[in-house]
């Protein structure tokens, strides 16, 4: 079972900045797909930030532009750069990895709170 330990959550003010890291370990991996989800009070958990092992890329509409999504293979690490946040961006903040020859895994979740 692959293992992520997850990273830079924390409280900021509108318009701020801050970097989630993603460290998966835990067997021999080789993953296809690294992401970012999330999840508000009272809401489901939803899609932010997806890449591939080829380093394509797919955002929701509502953080393209504001947010990137990054992966170091070597390092089997998924990082998620978030810029200009905005109050609706409050929320548990999960990484998600599906590796090549194992189950797919999630982190513990770490929460970002934007809020002057």
Partial sequence: QVQLVE???GLVQPGGS???SCTASGTSLNIAIMAWYRQAPGKQ?????A?????RATYSDSV???FTISRDNAKNTVYLQMDSL?????????CFMRPFK???SWGQGTQVTVSS
């Fill in 64 to 66: 393209k532009g504001r």
């Fill in 86 to 94: 905005k109050p609706d961006d409050t929320a548990v903040y999960y």
């Fill in 7 to 9: 990273s830079g959550g």
């Fill in 102 to 104: 194992d189950d797919d």
């Fill in 51 to 55: 890449m591939s092992i080829s380093d």
């Fill in 45 to 49: 958990r939803e899609l932010v930030a």
């Fill in 18 to 20: 801050l970097r989630l």
